[in-house]
């Protein structure tokens, strides 16, 4: 069964430093996956999806993530931290399931951006 | 804004009573998604519904169930409330029975005294 496995509780960077967070993938079939945000109080917004297309998939605000399959990663990277992209990011694969589908979720990585 | 709206945002209520949770899905989106999120557990899937019929479950407790009506909003219902249901809900929503895209509400906090 598809999971994802996101590696590091919290990074830390500072402002204008990269930004790279972790996500290992299993699944025996091609996958479909997601990077959501959840800023403070707030609902998961989605940063962007992988379905299969180009490896190189690029989200909202300068996110952008690289599937690569030798690796089963789909790590998430901004050149450019921003104060302001202080947030918990999770990863989530798309698991089939009856006859529908679920997004199964990462534990979360939270974001800690220093001025 | 994701545009799938979820009431209340907070509800505070005591052991062993029952809530219901609403979610209004986004125009013209047939599957809604129920989810769970508390510190120990991290984002739960709890249950879906396409077109108004049950589709999938997840780790959804009997106690709980779900509807979702012609409208399509739907209900989360909540009884026998016990201190470890304490959590954040949320709803989601995509236009088909699989999530190429799912959009979040801003969820609601249940806390159980």
């Known amino acids: 069964a598809q999971s994802v496995t996101q590696l590091g509780s919290h990074v830390s960077v500072s402002e204008g430093a990269l930004v790279l967070l972790r996500c290992n993938y299993s699944?025996?079939?091609?996958?479909?996956l997601f990077w959501y945000v959840q800023y403070p109080n707030q609902g998961l917004q989605l940063l962007l999806k992988?379905?299969?297309?180009?490896?190189l998939v690029k989200g909202i605000n300068g996110f952008e993530a690289e599937f690569k399959k030798s690796e089963t990663s789909f790590h998430l990277t901004k050149p450019s931290a921003h104060m302001s992209d202080a947030a918990e990011y999770f990863c989530?694969?798309?698991?089939?399931?009856?006859?529908?589908?679920?997004?199964?979720f990462g534990s979360g990585t939270r974001l800690l951006v220093r001025p | 804004d994701s545009g799938v709206t979820q009431t209340p945002k907070h509800l505070i209520t005591a052991t062993g009573q029952r809530v219901t949770l609403r979610c209004s899905p986004r125009?013209?989106?047939?599957?809604v998604y129920w989810y769970q999120q508390s510190l120990d557990q991290g984002l739960q899937f709890l249950i879906h519904?396409?077109?108004?019929?049950?589709?999938a479950k997840g780790n959804i407790l009997e106690r709980f169930s779900a509807q979702q009506f012609p409208d399509l909003h739907s209900e989360l219902n909540l009884s026998s409330l016990e201190l470890g249901d304490s959590a954040l809900y949320f709803c989601?929503?995509?236009?088909?029975?699989?999530?190429?895209?799912?959009?979040f509400g801003q969820g609601t906090r249940l806390t159980v005294v």
């Open positions: 989530a694969v798309r698991r089939q399931m009856d006859s529908s589908y679920k997004l199964i």
């Open positions: 989601a929503s995509s236009p088909r029975q699989g999530p190429t895209e799912a959009f």
């Open positions: 125009s013209g989106d047939l599957s």
């Open positions: 519904y396409y077109n108004g019929e049950e589709r």
């Open positions: 992988y379905t299969s297309a180009a490896t």
């Open positions: 699944s025996s079939v091609p996958p479909y």
